[in-house]
Structure formats: structure tokens, C-alpha cells
């Protein structure tokens, strides 16, 4: 069984800044990528965005709308990853989930967390 527990998520002005955090634990082996993703009001599971991905080795990727003003980092000895969202727009407004994927030569695994609300708003 693996869980992820986040933290960080609240309420900010536009400007602002906000760190995630995401701890995994658990029967985890191989992971692939760690990533952030986000669903914003009204939207269904299925329209989650990825926001950001890292993997094991280090490589990154950004949604275009966050490039600049998001950072996403990882630990891989402690399973950890975070996302540094700066210069924070009202549109950033979501629910963000933490994602892990795993790979194994028998199975692979996409573990999600329970979520975390960030809202950007004067």
C-alpha cells in the first residue's frame, strides 16, 4: 500500500507564494515520476492538468502557464517532492494533487493523494 500525504496548500493574494509538500510512504519501488496536478472548480477527475513532473533522474516538466513561477523539486531517498509556486494567479485557483508512478518489470503503480486547496484571491 502507498500513501501520499500533502501540505502547504491556502488562501494567498495574487502575488503571493505558496511551497507543496509531498511525503510518500509505503510499499514503493521504482518510481518513475513524482508530479503535481490540479483540478480546478467545476472540473471532473478525468480534466485534472498535470502542473509539473519530476523524474528519478532529475529531469523536469512545466505546463506552459506555470513555466517561470513554479519550481517542482525532489528527494528521492525520502520520496519527497515539493512545487515553489510563485508570482500566484487567481486562474492557479485548484485542487492540487501529488502523483507518484511506478514501474516495475512485473506491474507498474499511479498513486495519488488526497488533494490540497489552493486559492488565489484579493
Known amino acids: 500500500q502507498v500513501q501520499l500525504v500533502e501540505s502547504g496548500g491556502g488562501l494567498v493574494q495574487p502575488g503571493g507564494s505558496l511551497r507543496l509538500s509531498c511525503a510518500a510512504s509505503?510499499?514503493?519501488?521504482?518510481?518513475?515520476?513524482m508530479g503535481w496536478y490540479r483540478q480546478a472548480p467545476g472540473k471532473q477527475r478525468e480534466q485534472r492538468e498535470a502542473v509539473a513532473v519530476i523524474t528519478s533522474g532529475g529531469s523536469t516538466n512545466y505546463a506552459d502557464s506555470v513555466k517561470g513561477r513554479f519550481t517542482i523539486s525532489g528527494d528521492n531517498a525520502k520520496n519527497t517532492v515539493h512545487l515553489q509556486m510563485n508570482n500566484l494567479k487567481p486562474e492557479d485557483t485548484a485542487v492540487y494533487y501529488c502523483?507518484?508512478?511506478?514501474?516495475?518489470?512485473?506491474?507498474?503503480?499511479?498513486?495519488w493523494g488526497q488533494g490540497t486547496q489552493v486559492t488565489v484571491s484579493s
Open positions: 502523483n507518484v508512478f511506478t514501474r516495475t518489470p512485473m506491474t507498474t503503480g499511479n498513486y
Open positions: 509505503g510499499s514503493i519501488f521504482s518510481i518513475v515520476t
